[in-house]
Nanobody, 120 residues
Framework: QVQLVESGGGLVQAGGSLRLSCVASGGTRSVNAMGWYRQALGKPRELVATITSRGTTNYADSVRRRFTIAIDTTKNTVYLQMNNLKPEDTAVYYC??????????????WGQGTQVTVSS
């Protein structure tokens, strides 16, 4: 079993930046991919960014060139650096991990979520 704990959410003005962190613990040796999803109120869940154990990254078109996902394997931590934030980025952000791949359909393991609110 893998436990994921997110931090770093908060309130920021449009154009600002935030960095989310997600610390993984437990059976992390089985994890081969991690990522971030978000869900805004009344909207479906969206896969924002993913990273594999080899460092391959992928981004949703809505955040490409603004968000960066990175992983520090020595700390079992994945980060999501969010720049030039927009009000439409407001959502609960969830960290996820999977033994094979983080996909839009879901992942094996989930964090509890952290709220990101961007004011205009």
């Amino acid at each position: 079993q893998v436990q994921l704990v997110e931090s770093g959410g908060g309130l920021v003005q449009a154009g600002g930046s935030l960095r989310l962190s997600c610390v993984a613990s437990g059976g992390t040796r089985s994890v081969n991919a991690m990522g971030w999803y978000r869900q805004a109120l009344g909207k479906p869940r969206e896969l924002v960014a993913t990273i594999t154990s080899r460092g391959t990254t992928n981004y949703a078109d809505s955040v490409r060139r603004r968000f960066t996902i990175a992983i520090d394997t020595t700390k079992n931590t994945v980060y999501l650096q969010m720049n030039n934030l927009k009000p439409e980025d407001t959502a609960v952000y969830y960290c996820a991990a999977d033994r094979i791949g983080v996909t839009p359909e879901g992942s094996d393991y989930w964090g509890q979520g952290t709220q990101v609110t961007v004011s205009s």
